[in-house]
């Protein structure tokens, strides 16, 4: 699986050279398979893996069961996922986001399976079915080139896998050793926390405190406790009132449509102006 270059990201490239938070949690789940290897694998799934019977004595379950697999092959698979899926995302969050995502997607998919089949699980899937509905969101068009021939856009791929997760969860009562209710958990998580665009609240208010604040100085420049910040040239003001005006835009366009409605260059404004905010 790989997908193509030209939209924002490189191609296969990119893969090989992990952002630092997709590397920590490569390597935390290769690590933790590692123990789970050298140590009586029953110790360690009962201390680690999300068993909700056992909630009560185990509450840091829910965080610890994502980071624990049960074979090579699905260990091997997920990281997979993470190690494509990944990088885009955070290199457009950053670090601390991109980790919060992924461990409230995680959350999600314990909290679904636990509600309606309430079985002992582990695996990062539910984390990753988020990070696929993201990657999906923010670059609906990308090319995923899977098994590295079929070229398959990212919205159908991710929406397929969603169609499956979904037909296998309402069938999940067949005793199949795969969570799909958590797969399903972590996609749904996922979906919801973007579209209710929590990610981006505090992001959003500070840029619309910095254009009111730009407006308001443009408009009363006596504030002597802010001179400057105000120049003696016109140039300045107008060329901030038209960047603002572009701002708001942007933001009536969030408040409509959510922010997985932006275009790159809209996002590009947003990250300036935040820029631009700090460094003032």
Same mark, same amino acid.
């Given at each position: 699986m790989s997908y193509k270059s030209g939209l924002g990201f490189d191609s296969l490239g990119m893969s090989l050279r992990p952002t630092p938070m997709v590397k920590r *949690? +490569?390597?935390a789940n290769t690590v933790v398979f590692a123990?789970? *290897?050298l140590l009586p694998s029953a110790i360690v799934l009962d201390w680690l893996a999300f068993q909700p019977a056992r909630i009560v004595f185990r509450p840091w379950a829910p965080l610890t069961y994502m980071f624990v697999h049960g074979s090579l092959g699905h260990l091997f698979?997920?990281?997979l996922m993470l190690f494509f899926f990944g990088p885009p995302l955070e290199g457009r969050w950053g670090e601390l986001e991109f980790l919060k995502f992924y461990l409230i997607c995680g959350l999600g998919g314990a909290a679904l399976s636990f509600i309606? +089949?309430?079985?002992s699980i582990v695996g990062a899937s539910g984390a990753l079915y988020g990070v696929m509905i993201a990657f999906a969101l923010n670059w609906p068009k990308a090319p995923i080139y899977v098994f590295g021939i079929f070229p398959v856009e990212a919205r159908y791929l991710v929406g397929f896998m969603a169609l499956v997760a979904l037909l296998s969860a309402t069938d999940s009562a067949t005793g199949s050793n795969v969570a799909h209710l958590a797969h399903l958990g972590g996609l749904i998580t996922g979906w919801i926390y973007l579209k209710a665009d929590f990610r981006t609240a505090a992001a959003i208010g500070s840029v619309r405190r910095a254009a009111t604040k730009r407006r308001r100085l443009a408009i009363v420049?006596?504030?002597e406790s802010e001179d400057e910040a105000v120049t003696s040239s016109s140039r300045p003001v107008k060329e901030d009132s038209a960047l603002y005006d572009r701002v708001d835009a942007?933001?009536?366009k969030i408040s409509a449509k959510g922010i997985t409605a *932006?275009?790159?260059d809209e996002l590009? +404004? +947003?990250?300036e102006v935040s820029r631009k905010h700090r460094t003032n």
């Open positions: *949690l +490569l390597v123990i789970v *290897l698979f997920n990281m309606f +089949l309430p079985v420049p006596g504030d942007v933001l009536d *932006l275009t790159p590009e +404004l +947003l990250d």
